[in-house]
Structure formats: C-alpha cells, structure tokens
C-alpha cells in the first residue's frame, strides 16, 4: 500500500492522476528503486551539475543528489500537501530512495544586516516561534490542516559571519499525536545575499537528523551567490536594507519592531510556511511515499567555504 501511494505520487507529478492510475504497480524493491531512478531521469538533474537558482545563485550539486525544478517541483509539494510562493527554488533529493527532502527558497528581503547575532536570546527566540505559530494555527484548523505544537530546538541558532551562512532547527509535533511518532522537524540552513536570502530546508524526521545533518551542511556549503549578489556586494548608498535582522527568520521577534499586524503582512506569512512545510500530515505523506532505503553516498561533514 504504501509504494502504491509513492508511485501514484510519482506518476502524478510526471504525467497526472489519469494517466498515474493506468500504470502497472510494482512490488518487489528492485521495481520500486527502478520506479524512483525512472521519476528522478524523466524530472530532475542528476548531479554532479550547477544547478542555476534563476541568475541569483548557483547550487553544486553533488553526486548521489537529485534536483527536481520549479515546475516539477511544485507539483511535487502539492502532491504532499504545501503550497509554494514566488521564492520557491527547487527541491534536492536523495539519489537512493530515503525518508528525506531539501527544499530550497529565495526571499528578496532586502539586504539583512547581522550584527544582532551577537545578542541573540535562544529562549526568548523559542517563545516567539511558539506564539507565531499558535497564529498559523488559527488558518491551519480552518484548512484542515493538523495543528502544530513546537517542541524545542533540535539545534539552537548559530551564524558564521566569516561566511554568511547559519544553521537552526526545532523539532514539532501534530498536536493530536501522543506518541514521538509525530515528530518531525524542519533543518534550517541559509546563507545571505546582497538583497536577500536563500534558505535550504531539510524535512525529515527527528530520529534520523544525526545522520542527515552532514548531507544538510554539504549542500549548504555548495550554495553561491552570484558575483555582484554577494553579502559583501552591498552598496550602502543604492541597496535596500531589510526592516528586520537575523533573529527575525529565527523566531519572529520582528514582532517587536513593527507590530503584530505588521509582522502578519511582512513576515508571519512566511513563518506560517516556515512551520507548515514540515506540518505533520505532509510529512507523513512523504515518508509513505519515500520508504526508508539506503542514503546517499556516505557524505563527511563539509568544511564552510567562504562566500
């Protein structure tokens, strides 16, 4: 049953549900990885490659990933119940079938400057989340989309201003879930560009984070702004500065700065995906899809490169 629902899925995205429900359904595994090497042939870029993210930056692909474009992609997001926006990049998938994705998005907020990540308040930062997302909970239940309760961090902010780049995660839970079944997480990686940001987002369950952490970092360190798009590009005199800081992609504290409704206009509409994403259901979804089966190849934590 559950390979029936990955490759309806696959067949959905590739040519739509009428022609997905006409297609043979293999069981055994080797016709499940030749179902998922057939989607990833007919969709996606295999690398290694340079995947262009629309001029503003290019991702390295390593090999043993898989780049799934906008269009299919956003069908893909669809499918496992998510919408996507303007920013919305692309998506990164294992070359072997696995229980995880990477999402990627561009945010033309403007240029952020970082000097509050020295202050930050992870605590404080954690009180925000939850309250943002008892917000996007309200338009959730009106979705029927299971409600969110956030759990902790899974790892606490952390920003190298040497290259731009910074790292986060929480962990959360479908509040009808009883068990930590449910949990799930969102692994937050992003690095900053002259007139914005481009953040990596790996969903993925919380047991399995340790191992997936390195694949997370390695793509990280292969995403590059453009020459003229960089961090270190900004012209103080043409270049538009962004309302907020760091802390504000964290947890919301924006909130302080330009009010509640302000944030709901400006930013919590991103915060409610920033959660949403990873929202229990379409998770779940995803891992129906996506049997647990062997990693990418073994992938050593990456050095940073500089920007």
């Known amino acids: 049953m559950r390979f029936r629902i990955f490759l309806a899925a696959l067949m959905w995205v590739s040519a ?37 993210l629309r001029g503003d930056a290019t991702l390295d692909l ?24 303007e920013g919305f990049r692309g998506i990164v998938l294992p070359r072997k079938r696995d229980n995880w994705f990477v999402f990627l998005e561009y945010n033309a907020s403007g240029y952020i400057k970082d000097d ?16 943002n997302t008892e917000t996007a909970n309200v338009e959730r239940k009106v979705r029927g989309v299971p409600e969110l309760g956030i759990l902790g961090w899974v790892e606490k902010p952390h920003y190298d201003s ?39 987002v790996m969903v993925t369950d919380l047991s399995a984070i340790q191992a997936q952490k390195p694949v997370a970092l390695l793509l990280l ?44 206009a400006a930013f919590a509409a991103k915060a409610a995906k920033f959660i949403g994403v990873a929202a229990v259901a379409a998770f779940a979804a995803f891992r129906r899809f996506f049997r647990r089966g062997k990693p990418p190849s073994e992938v050593p934590a990456p050095p940073v490169e500089p920007q």
């Open 62 to 85: 390593p090999d043993g990933f898989a780049f799934l474009p906008e269009k299919a992609a956003r069908e893909f997001m669809k499918r496992i119940g998510n919408d996507t926006d």
């Open 116 to 131: 509050d990540a020295k202050e930050w308040d992870a605590d404080s930062m954690l009180a925000d989340i939850r309250r």
């Open 162 to 200: 040497a290259t731009h780049r910074m790292i986060w995660s929480i962990s959360a839970r479908d509040k009808a879930t009883k068990n930590d079944a449910g949990n799930i997480i969102n692994y937050r990686t992003l690095v900053l560009g002259r007139q914005g940001y481009i953040a990596l």
């Open 221 to 264: 360190s292969k995403l590059h702004f453009e020459s003229g798009k960089r961090y270190t590009d900004f012209n103080s005199s043409t270049d538009r500065v962004a309302e907020y800081g760091l802390a504000a992609l964290i947890g919301g504290v924006v909130v302080h700065k330009l009010g509640f409704f302000a944030l709901l």
């Open 16 to 52: 739509g549900v009428a022609a997905a429900a006409a297609l043979p359904q293999p069981s055994a595994p080797q016709d499940r990885e030749a179902a998922y090497e057939g989607f990833l042939q007919r969709e996606a870029t295999l690398g290694p490659a340079h995947v262009a």
